[in-house]
């Protein structure tokens, strides 16, 4: 079964440092998402994008951080300037239609910001 | 603003027996809904979701019912397995892109 897939893993990164978080969608998914999940929270929506723009952002979603499709498969989420109260769980998912369709999660990129 | 509440954080049930989840919404312009199971270091898997002009859907062992006059939906596993042990999170949508997350409830299921 075809799934997202996230990498690294694991990012640890000092304060004020950039990181870019990458994700590989599903093939025939045209809606990408980034959520994070910080400790023992809910699952939080930072941005949406399709047709190679952001569609939706949330209020977590300000300047520090951007979103990138550079090519035909990859999907990315820079933040510009980490911060302590970045460090959390940043989940990429996909989905076949923008609506009334289920998303798929890849399983997560943990960033630590020390 | 939580408009997708999960008042129970935590759930034990014991094998075989149903397990239920539920969850609560403000939002009357929701109109889609899903629930998702979690695992540690794993991302969420969705399991079921329901369109809100259905009242039950129902997929193998999982059933999930909404009750729009009472902004509530739930999710029944019957029966209940170990394997079913994680964290389950309802989802809703309202015709943005956005899904809005609940805050997840802990199920375990005692063998």
């Known amino acids: 079964e075809p799934e997202v897939t996230q990498t690294p893993s694991h990012q640890v990164t000092q304060m004020g440092q950039e990181v870019i978080l990458r994700c590989v969608p599903i093939?025939?998914?045209?809606?990408f998402y980034w959520y994070r999940q910080i400790l023992g929270q809910k699952v939080e929506f930072l941005v949406s994008?399709?047709?190679?723009?952001?569609?939706?952002k949330s209020e977590i979603f300000d300047d520090q951080f951007s979103v990138e499709r550079p090519d035909g498969s990859n999907f990315t989420l820079k933040i510009r300037s980490t911060k302590l109260e970045d460090s959390a769980m940043y989940f990429c998912?996909?989905?076949?239609?923008?609506?009334?369709?289920?998303?798929?999660f890849g399983n997560g990129t943990r960033l630590t910001v020390t | 603003d939580q408009q997708v509440k999960q008042n129970s954080p935590s759930l034990s049930v014991q094998e075989g027996r149903i397990s239920i989840l539920n969850c609560d919404y403000t939002?009357?312009?929701?109109?889609?809904f899903l629930w998702y199971k979690k695992y540690p270091a794993e991302g969420p898997t969705f399991l079921i979701s329901?369109?809100?002009?259905?009242d039950k859907n129902e997929d193998g062992r999982f059933t999930v019912f909404l009750n729009k006059s009472a902004k509530h939906l739930s999710l029944h596993i019957v029966p209940s397995q170990p394997g079913d042990s994680a964290v389950y999170f309802c989802?809703?949508?309202?015709?943005?892109?956005?899904?809005?997350f609940g805050t997840g409830t802990r199920l375990k299921v005692l063998a």
């Open positions: 329901i369109s809100s002009i259905k």
């Open positions: 093939s025939n998914h045209l809606y």
């Open positions: 998912a996909s989905s076949v239609a923008g609506q009334n369709s289920p998303l798929h």
């Open positions: 939002n009357s312009m929701f109109d889609y």
């Open positions: 989802a809703a949508h309202s015709g943005t892109y956005k899904y809005i």
């Open positions: 994008f399709y047709n190679n723009e952001i569609s939706e």
